[in-house]
């Protein structure tokens, strides 16, 4: 498992003046083998069609068949919202699907939540919404876990 760098568009601080073309071939570089596995990380509060993540996946393997969508902040998503329809594979297909996750937020570090209250709070959030319902069992960073196992 390699934790590569999210896309930087701006150079902060003293980041080189092409950060973002740096970040995209270290990518690049790791995402084209045949045998990566491709997580492409997007939050579920933000315009799935403008994924940078899926948008390089899409690049090496434009057919989906390496590509995991996993979609964060489902738990912040505009009230009203939801992204279930993504969560069933419905708004843009990969073969091996999506999966949504609630992770601890920035308060939640800072109070010391731990990841085993996290993970019991995930779980909790998927199953009491309805909209969720058919697609719960496919959502959390355990079933993540076991399905990359």
């Known amino acids: 498992l390699v934790d590569l760098p999210g896309m930087t568009r ?5 980041q080189p003046s092409n950060i973002e073309q740096k970040i995209r071939d ?3 570089e790791y995402i084209r083998q045949p045998t990566c596995i ?3 990380v997007t939050p579920a ?11 390089m ?12 969508g996993v979609l964060t902040k489902v738990d912040i998503m505009d009230r009203g919202t939801n992204c279930a329809h993504i969560l069933r594979n419905a708004h843009i297909p990969l073969r091996m699907g999506y999966v949504g996750v609630v992770l601890r937020s920035q308060q939640d570090i800072n ?5 085993a ?4 709070y ?3 959030f998927f199953s009491a919404h309805a909209e969720y319902s058919d697609v719960a069992a496919q959502c959390g960073v355990s079933f993540l876990a076991r399905r990359l196992n």
Do not use: Y
């Not at 701006?10 to 003293?14: F, I, L």
């Not at 933000?46 to 993540?53: G, P, R, T, V, Y």
């Open 10 to 14: 701006v150079p902060v601080g003293d």
């Open 45 to 55: 509060n933000s315009d799935l069609a403008n994924s940078d993540a899926l948008h």
């Open 111 to 115: 109070t010391g939540t731990s990841m």
């Open 38 to 40: 491709v997580l492409a």
């Open 26 to 28: 270290i990518v690049l």
């Open 117 to 120: 209250a996290a993970r019991r």
């Open 122 to 124: 995930e779980s909790s």
């Open 57 to 68: 996946a899409r690049l090496v393997d434009p057919e989906g068949s390496r590509t995991v």
